[in-house]
DNA sequence: GATGAATGAGTCTTCATTCAT
DNA sequence: CATGAATGAAGACTCATTCAT
């Protein structure tokens, strides 16, 4: 009777979570729509209801896995500018800091980084939700890019443009490396894709 | 009776083209799964059946349409190319015509131009036929950037990546004009776009 | 070859009716919410898809089916005034045919004689419609209510009022005859609800 | 700890009654199956569980409203006959007492009246439950009715086809004047509607 | 008594596809 | 070639009810 508590307790939030790498799993694997949310239940370990009972809906259950993972990019990305010892000195170095690290995510989580590439401009995804989340993850280069213009090491063109620009480089970079995992280790390669992006912020 | 049948003919081909004229617009607006093949029908004006006359399927219509879009804009491109005077002399005003012209045919054709952002990279479209369409496409990339090399003003990095990340810059840069409107007609920022992807390009 | 398509030959509309026949039975034993459109299309020998392609939902079936036995009762009644003689002479014996003829129809038609008790007041059938099917219905009652009201025969209450009082009267009477099955050809009892229903309208 | 026993102490049977009101309110407004136990539950403002503690189903929920709202109303109209002075001399005068108090009720209690137009004859309510509360109710009628035969004056039918009658009248009131509000207080409708029930019983 | 997370059978409805005409 | 009624498998979602706490 005692251990009973103990052995049965299920950690709680335990089956939300469960819904969610589920989830994450399959509409990376078979796209949305082909993902019948009686499968993520059933890969969870919980019954068709229990998916209802915590999300409102598919939809909702999409946009909520969507603002998760793009939160845990942003915040691994944010730990990695903060351990870095006194960061502005060289920003170069920094905005090189920022895309190896940007990138090695990218090829650590590679679910991950299938689902924004599936879904960071798909339209089952709510406008709102994707535009609140790009902004919170592109905070980082819009600081860097400012930061470089008054330094007179970036060039000067419009911010928003510079932007779009870089998320084109970075999920053109990510969906190389992972369409060709074996060069994703190649320093040479590697240091290759951030020159391309740097030449392209850069003043001449 | 006899006049029928020339009043009402039909010119031949004519509901084949007004059935994927019909799923352009509606795979754009509604998204592949979204769009019945009974609506894509009805806004063609023939019955359900014939759709499957001219398409084995609902997946083989979509990889024709993507096909035909393609091809289309290849065409358009080439063309621009040829009708152009001696090109090659000086590449960098090749490949900035090239760029504007791309550009160009993205906002004189909004809706294909959505179309492309949509499923280009969508699982949806067949991989062979995705990547068949891209190839088409990019080859006159693949011969701008060769030569370019030979010729010691464009950056020696891997062809592929280098791809890679002329479409990703691409694909941004259109929805980055079709997101704000405004903005395609404003020479300084259509010039300023070209200038980010040239500048990623060229030796410095 | 020839006789095939004779003897294969299905009567048009037959689904359709066949599945109107079948919800009618269904609804009238279980409910239209215990009711599943499967069940439907089931005892109807169809597809389920079958249902939803002759009705758009399985409200717009329960307001079709309502409308079909409203009008059919019209119908039914409208021909016993019709065929007989020269009608209008002696308004008593006017309303006390229609009042038995109504009577009997409900009688010989069980099943929708209970439809008519169960749904006639419920509100899941469309508001507009049940007014709809009362209005076309109760027109006979109207016009025999002004005539007598002109002929000093019929109490000169607001004719709203009495078309109420006339359908409640109704309605209880076919519910007191089929529960009751072994009074139903009781003559006695039979003008005795006529009696009731005629004193309320006449004049003292 | 102390107080607060006290202080969130909520008196007994306030959730059991809670839960009753908040059912009526939706039943009404909804429909029996269109209202969820949830939604009861959470308009009574307590956990979905306790409506099972209070009731053993949905059903029964239904049926223990059905009974209560019955029972309320006969005992209101018990007390408008007991509270009169010495009933029973002049019969007319009595009846309209009852009939004007009935649509008194209905018209002062209007979720309820609601309640009855659509549950009395539905079987959603157990048929037993029905005429018990049936009968109940009825009873004041049954014994008006003898008790006019005995004295002449009032016809002599067959008693339950002049209480399903009775029955059907007062029904096709309540709703004409809920349909019309306005009308429940014009002194010549109210008088016409007793009128017209009266005239079917009394003899000529 | 009270709670509310969990259940899973059951519901309506959609839709790509077929085929007799 | 064209039609559109018919199909039936599959899907998202609901909800009365249970039970561990």
């Keep these: ?31 949305f729509h082909a993902t019948s949310t009686a499968s993520i239940a059933k890969k969870a370990g919980v019954a068709t209801g229990t998916l209802f009972h915590h999300f409102a809906s598919k939809d909702a259950l999409l946009n909520h896995l969507f603002m998760a993972v793009k939160l845990e990019f942003a915040e691994d990305i944010s730990q990695g500018i903060l351990t870095r010892g006194q960061t502005g000195k060289d920003l170069k170095s920094d905005a090189e800091h920022l895309w190896q690290h940007a990138i090695d995510w990218a090829l650590q989580n590679p679910i991950k980084q299938r689902f924004f590439l599936q879904y960071s401009m798909s339209s089952e995804v709510d406008a709102t939700i994707r535009e609140q989340a790009m902004n919170s993850v592109l905070h980082f280069v819009v ?55 740097w030449r392209s912020m850069k003043v001449d």
Tied chains: 1, 2, 3, 4.
Aim: aromatic share 10%; proline share 5%; with cysteine.
């Design 1 to 31: 009777m005692i251990s009973k508590t103990v052995v049965n307790k299920v950690p709680k939030k335990d089956k939300k979570q469960a819904l969610l790498d589920s989830a994450l799993a399959l509409f990376v694997d078979q796209g």
């Design 143 to 197: 600081v860097l890019i400012e930061k470089g213009q008054q330094q007179g090491i970036i060039a000067d063109f419009p911010i928003p443009l510079m932007l779009a620009n870089c998320h084109g480089q970075y999920l053109a970079a990510i969906r190389y490396f992972t369409d060709h995992p074996q060069w994703g280790d190649d320093v040479s390669q590697r240091q290759a894709s951030f020159e391309l992006f």
